[in-house]
């Protein structure tokens, strides 16, 4: 099995940014999407099920993959002020 990461952030979206995707039916300024599945076609379907994920946009996102072969960090956030 993999995980797939999608990650879309709004912060500094513009109107200069006239092609940037929008993946997800609700205002958002961060939109993580997390699957575990053996493809990436598995974990669209996956993803696909789930409330608001817009399917065409969220294709435009090359996902993070993580092998689940060994110990390792998946996730470090960091927020500051």
Do not use: C
Request: aromatic share 8%; proline share 4%; charged share 30%.
């Amino acid at each position: 099995m993999k995980v797939f990461v999608w990650r879309h952030n709004r912060k500094f979206h513009s109107w200069s940014m006239i092609d940037e995707p929008n993946v997800h039916q609700d205002l958002y300024t961060d939109a993580i999407a997390v699957v575990v599945a053996a493809t990436l076609d598995e974990a669209l379907d996956v993803l696909a099920k789930e409330r608001g994920w817009i399917l065409e946009e969220v294709r435009r996102i090359e996902p993070q993959i993580y092998e689940l072969d060994k110990p390792k960090v998946l996730l470090q956030v960091v927020q500051g002020s």
